[in-house]
């Protein structure tokens, strides 16, 4: 998030949520967003293809077609910049790229955009002008704008409308995308991505590539490394051998579940470190017992960037380790084969690591927007939100103020681009998936707590009344769902919150999974898969 939770639920006058489920994703802000419409008034606008909860609060809730984001966000600016409600103070002194993401916006009329977008002209002309009177304004996004093979540009579209009003590097405003756990922040800012080391700092930079091979003591590639999705793919082709995978459940959690069962099965060494035994523990040679949240110390870093303590509240069972304790062990052991052999003299050569606080040095040696994160700030009950170069730097509740990390804003000329995948005489519904309230993920926590499990036990598919007819499916009957790729059992679910033509699953349980039916294809230059499109047929079985 470029901005802080408390700034947009405070100096807010008019919120913008589109692909993001708020109030089940992300219970606490969409409790702030709703708090701040209702006692100070701020303009809510909701755009998702499903009618969340959170659309029931809205001052204006935008059904569009599910894969239009871009032509919904572009036709919003078409309007904004003919009725002369951009900031152009701020684009002249702030950006660059201004004409040539306008000559792409002209194509928008609101007829072309309600034409593609499925939503009313009179709804158009309302958002645009509640966007354009209501400043500052935020803008909050989640996995509904990312899981596209158009995710990056769908970003960039967000950026553009908000850098067009002047939103940006100011309270209450900003592009926020709205991270689904704890610490995955946290894990991004750690290098957990294939193309940046730690704080976002390239592989393919020379001087960074130089930089963390004189503080390891070993040569390091230059070359982008591989997602999840393309892992699994290069196993069955045999280019991948060996997977180690910590804390993730890809039988459930990937694209096109039959073919990672396929390539895992092709994998000749897995190593699984969880808290408890998946559905991918079925394919593991190797199994480390790892600890829960509250059983290590340590630091997450939330969505506003915030860096938090975390401490240790019971004793981990059995023989379950730290994940700090068992990747040291592991690195200690392959030292001593000789498997890695890093220059004595480098200062973080050894695995020597006796605390989280060791760890945290390291990091902020080597991570300039943790610089100033040490373990006495922390413990002094400090939260700081990064970057932080220095020690005696506050941190940076609000990003991009006076400028832009790269200098100037660059608007991005960006067309609509459909799906990858579109209904078909085969395959004549589109299926969008989601979480619900009552789980995360693949459900290795959740599906263990009692009352959850109670509220929301099984697999269910929403679908419209008229198609439910069309398919002689009745209320809580089991009906199954095909794609190209797979096929699940599942009751249904009939309701309006999907329109006719869409369906909504999930993919919390296992035996029905809808990562058994989502499409691999991948965005070109994010490489996240597109799970919020694929074409399905139903029928009732």
Known sequence: MTNSIKDIAEQSKCIFIIGSNTTEQHPVIGTKVRRAKRHRGAKLIVADPRRIDIA????????????TDIALLNGLMHIILREGWEDREFIAA?????????????KYTPEVTSEITGVPVAQLEEAARMLGENKPGALLYAMGITQHTSGVANVMSCANIQMLLGNMGVPGGGVNPLRGQNNVQGACDMGGLPNVYTGYQRVADP????????AWGVPLSNKVGLTVTEMLKAAEEGKVRCLYIVGE???????????????????????????FFSETGQFADVVFPATSFAEKEGTVTNTERRIQRVRKAVEPPGEAQTDTWIVTELAKRLL?????????????????????????????????????VTYRRLDAGETPQWPVPNEEHPGTPVMHVGKFSRGLGRFAAVDHVPPAELPDADYPLILTTGRVIYHWHGGEMTHR??????????????????DAERAHIDEGGLMKVSSRRGEILAKATITDRVEPGLIFTTFHFA????????????????????FKVCAVRVEAV
């Open 94 to 106: 702030r950006t660059e790229g201004f004409e040539e993401m306008q000559a792409i916006v002209a």
């Open 207 to 214: 001087a960074v590539q130089h930089k963390f091979e004189t």
């Open 449 to 466: 707590a009692r009352n959850l499990e109670a509220m929301y036990p099984e697999a269910l598919v929403e679908i419209n009344p008229q």
């Open 511 to 530: 035996e029905a999974a809808a990562n058994f039916l989502t499409n691999p294809v991948l965005d070109p230059e994010a490489k996240i898969p597109e």
């Open 249 to 275: 459940n890809p039988m459930t959690s990937d694209p096109d579940l039959n073919h990672v069962r396929y390539s895992l099965g092709k994998t000749e060494f897995i190593v699984l470190q969880e808290i």
């Open 336 to 372: 001593a084969l000789g498997a890695i052999t890093p220059d004595p003299s480098a200062p973080y050569a050894g695995w020597d690591y006796q605390s989280p606080k060791d760890v945290m040095e390291e990091i902020r040696a080597l991570t300039p927007i943790y610089g100033g």
């Open 56 to 67: 029931d609060y809205a001052d204006l809730y935008i059904r569009h077609n599910v894969g």
